[in-house]
Nanobody, 123 residues
């Protein structure tokens, strides 16, 4: 069992930066691929970024490439999402998720989810 707790969301202006954190419980964090998803009002959940168990591989949706960076610290059981040059269209609730195995972009592939953190970007 893994419990995930996100933090770091907030209200920012376009062009600003934020860092989201997701702290995981348990001693098996390094055995999970970790990803961030987001869901905007009235829209479906969207894969944002994923990172492999070791941190050696990452994947991003096209709309955030070059602006967002996912990273993890297995010693701290934490995954991060560094978000730069934020845009109003990045406004959403951001969720971290964990699964054993490789990064997947399909929401249903993940076993554990956090409660989400709101990111609002004003224009």
């Amino acid at each position: 069992q893994v419990q995930l707790v996100e933090s770091g969301g907030g209200l920012v202006q376009a062009g600003d930066s934020l860092r989201l954190s997701c702290a995981a419980s348990g001693r098996t964090f390094s055995t999970y691929a970790m990803s961030w998803f987001r869901q905007a009002p009235g829209k479906e959940s969207e894969f944002v970024a994923g990172i492999s168990r070791s941190g050696g591989n990452t994947d991003y949706t096209d709309s955030v490439k070059g602006r967002f960076t996912i990273a993890r610290d297995n010693a701290k059981n934490t995954v991060y999402l560094h978000m730069n040059s934020l845009k109003p269209e990045d406004t959403a609730v951001y969720y971290c998720a964990a699964r054993r195995g490789i990064i997947m972009i399909v929401r249903g592939s993940y076993d554990y989810w956090g409660q989400g953190t709101q990111v609002t970007v004003s224009s």
